[in-house]
C-alpha cells in the first residue's frame, strides 16, 4: 500500500497535483462526509482538521493492508481510480496517477509475496519457524525474517520518498508569484487605500491585535487537502451564463483593468463568538461590479456563482456586488504582495460584509450569473444559509480566558466590528456590573474591525467581563447565543480571569 500510494502522488506531482490517489480519496471523504461529521471535525480539531483527515486515512489504510492481501490492495487501488474519476476537476490526464499506483501496489506486493514464499519455502515446503535463526536461502547469517522486514523497509523507505518528491513537484509557483509582486509595486494609477492613522490600536501597548494582520496569520479556511497551484500566465475567468456579453479575462487583461485598494476586514461564518477566524488586510484588485457591468447582467440572475480551480463553488447575492458603495473585489494581491497560495494565487474574491463560505473565492476559476433557485454552492448544500451578512460581533483580546493579572486598574481591550456600518459604541461591564462605554480607537473605514479599550479598578478574587457593540446605526449585538451554522454565531463574549 505504501509503494502504491507513493508512486501513485509521485506521479501526481509529475502530471496533475490533484490527481494523487491518495488526496482524491481525501477529498471524497470531505465531500461527502455527513454535515454532523464535518461540523464534528471542526469543532473538534479546528484548523488541525486536514492533517487529522490525512493522518486518520494512513492509520486505517495502513490496518486494512496489514490485515488483508492482495485483493484489499486491488479494491483499495479501484476505490482510489474512482475518487479521482469523480473529483470535480476531473481529466483524463488524471487518470495516470492511479493506474500508476495500482500497478506499482500489485507489482510490489507480488515481489514481496515472492519473496516471502522463495524464503520460506512457499507452499507445501516444510514449515519453520519465522525468525527461528534457521538459515535460508538468501545466505548464512541473514534470518529469514531479517529478509523480509529489511525488503518491506526499503519499500517504505522509497514510497515516501516517492511521496515526499511529489508533494514538492508540481507546485512551481513561486516564480509566479515573485513575478505578480513585482508586478504590484510597478502598478500606476492605483486608487490607494488611505494609510492606517495614528491611534488604530492598542498592539504596542497591551500587546493586543495588530490593526493590519501580516500575511502569515491570516486566518485560514478552505477545504483544499492540496492547495492549487495554477500560475498566474496559466490562470483565466469566464465570466458568463445569464449577461449580455460573455466575458473572458487573463491575468494580462487583469492588470490593464483600473487597480484598486482597501483595507477590509474578513470573517467566516464557522468563527465561534471571542474566536480567531478573523483578520484585517489591504487588498488589491479590480472592482467586480465594474466587471459585471460591462458583462450585463440580465434580470432575475439573483447568483453570482463561483467555482475555485479545485472545484469548491460559492454564490453571492448579485445585488450585494452590484451596491455602489459595496466596493466588491476581484482580488490579486494582500498587505503589497501576490495572494499567498493559501490565500488563492493568483486571483479570489473579496466581498465586504460577508462571511467568506459565500463570497470569498479562492483560486477562482469560473463565474456563472445564475439563479439561487438553479444552483447550490458548496456549503449550502450542507445546510449554510443562502444569505449571510457578517453580524454585528465583539471580541475580548486582553485579559486572556483565565490570565492572572495584579490588583489596581485593569486594562480590557478587544475588537468589534459590524461591516459595512461600522462601530459606533461598544459597551463593557465587570461582574454582571452596569455596562460602560469603552474608549473607540481611531476608526480605518466600516469595513474593518475597530479596536476598543477601557479599565476598571479591580480587587483580588475571580472576575467576569462582558462586551457587547453597537453599529453606526444604533443597533446592538445580540445577547441570543447562536451557534456558527446556518447564518453565524451571536451572543456576547464573556472572559473570566482573576486578579491577585
Ligand atoms: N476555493 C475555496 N475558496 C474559499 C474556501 C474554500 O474552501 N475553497 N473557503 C471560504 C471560506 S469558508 C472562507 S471563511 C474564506 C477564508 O479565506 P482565507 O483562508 O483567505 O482567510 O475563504 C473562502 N474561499
Ligand atoms: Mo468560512
New binding site residues.
Given amino acids: 500500500m505504501g509503494a502504491a500510494l507513493g508512486v501513485g502522488h509521485l506521479v501526481a506531482g509529475l502530471i496533475s497535483p490533484a490527481s494523487s490517489p491518495y488526496l482524491a480519496v481525501g477529498d471524497t471523504v470531505v465531500r461527502f462526509s455527513p454535515e454532523w461529521l464535518t461540523e464534528f471535525a471542526k469543532s473538534a480539531f479546528g484548523t488541525a482538521d486536514k492533517p487529522v483527515l490525512l493522518g486518520g486515512m494512513a492509520v486505517v489504510i495502513a490496518l486494512v493492508a496489514a490485515a488483508a492481501g492482495v485483493t484489499v490492495v486491488g479494491v483499495l487501488g479501484v476505490l482510489g481510480f474512482l475518487a479521482v474519476f469523480f473529483a470535480p476537476t476531473f481529466a483524463p490526464l488524471d487518470l495516470l496517477a492511479p493506474a500508476a499506483s495500482l500497478v506499482a501496489g500489485v507489482v510490489t506486493f507480488r515481489g514481496l509475496h515472492d519473496l516471502a514464499l522463495r524464503t520460506y519455502g512457499g507452499p507445501g515446503a516444510a514449515e519453520t519457524a519465522p525468525g527461528s535463526g534457521e538459515v535460508g536461502p538468501s545466505g548464512p547469517g541473514v534470518s529469514r525474517r531479517g529478509v523480509l522486514i529489511g525488503s518491506s523497509a526499503a519499500v517504505g523507505v522509497g514510497a515516501l520518498a516517492a511521496g515526499t518528491g511529489g508533494s514538492f513537484l508540481g507546485g512551481g509557483i513561486e516564480d509566479s508569484r515573485a513575478q505578480v509582486t513585482a508586478r504590484l509595486a510597478a502598478l500606476r494609477g492605483v486608487d490607494r487605500a488611505p494609510a492606517i492613522p495614528a491611534g488604530t490600536n492598542y498592539a504596542a501597548e497591551l500587546g493586543t491585535t495588530s490593526f493590519i494582520t501580516p500575511n502569515p496569520d491570516?486566518?485560514?479556511?478552505?477545504?483544499?487537502l492540496r492547495i492549487?497551484t495554477r500560475s498566474a500566465a496559466d490562470w483565466s475567468l469566464r465570466i458568463h451564463g445569464m449577461v449580455d456579453n460573455e466575458i473572458a479575462l487573463s491575468f494580462e487583461d487583469l492588470l490593464r483593468r483600473p487597480p484598486v485598494e482597501k483595507t477590509l476586514t474578513?470573517?467566516?461564518?464557522?468563527?465561534e463568538v471571542g474566536g480567531p477566524?478573523i483578520?484585517t488586510a489591504n487588498f488589491i484588485g479590480v472592482s467586480l461590479r465594474d466587471l459585471l457591468l460591462e458583462a450585463g447582467v440580465r434580470t432575475g440572475a439573483d447568483q453570482v456563482f463561483t467555482?475555485?480551480?479545485?472545484?469548491?463553488?460559492?454564490g453571492t447575492p448579485t445585488d450585494v456586488i452590484m451596491e455602489p458603495d459595496r466596493g466588491a473585489l476581484l482580488a490579486f494581491g494582500?498587505n503589497g504582495e501576490a495572494?499567498?497560495p493559501?490565500?488563492?494565487f493568483p486571483v479570489?474574491?473579496v466581498v465586504p460584509g460577508l462571511?467568506?463560505?459565500?463570497?470569498?473565492?479562492?483560486?477562482?476559476a469560473d463565474m456563472e450569473l445564475t439563479t439561487f433557485d438553479a444552483r447550490q454552492s458548496?456549503?449550502l448544500q450542507r445546510g449554510w444559509a443562502e444569505k449571510a451578512p457578517i453580524k454585528t460581533q465583539s471580541r475580548i483580546d486582553s485579559p486572556r480566558s483565565f490570565a492572572t493579572v495584579p490588583a489596581g486598574k485593569v486594562p480590557i481591550a478587544g475588537i468589534a466590528w459590524s461591516q459595512p456600518a461600522g462601530i459606533g459604541m461598544v459597551e463593557v461591564r465587570m461582574d454582571g456590573g452596569p455596562w460602560q462605554a469603552a474608549e473607540l480607537a481611531t476608526e480605518v473605514s466600516g469595513d474593518t474591525w475597530r479596536m476598543w479599550r477601557t479599565e476598571f479598578d479591580l480587587g483580588p478574587g475571580s472576575h467576569t467581563v462582558q462586551v457587547r457593540a453597537t453599529d453606526a446605526n444604533g443597533g446592538t449585538q445580540t445577547e441570543m447565543r447562536a451557534e456558527p451554522i446556518p447564518d453565524g454565531a451571536s451572543g456576547w463574549p464573556a472572559t473570566i480571569f482573576t486578579v491577585t
Avoid at 491570516?218 to 483544499?224: E, G, L, P, Q, S
Avoid at 467555482?307 to 460559492?314: E, K, P, R
Fill in positions: 491570516f486566518y485560514r479556511i478552505d477545504v483544499a492549487p474578513m470573517t467566516c461564518v464557522s468563527n477566524l483578520s467555482t475555485s480551480v479545485d472545484g469548491w463553488t460559492a494582500m495572494l499567498p493559501e490565500h488563492g479570489r474574491m462571511y467568506g463560505f459565500l463570497s470569498a473565492t479562492k483560486w477562482i458548496y456549503w
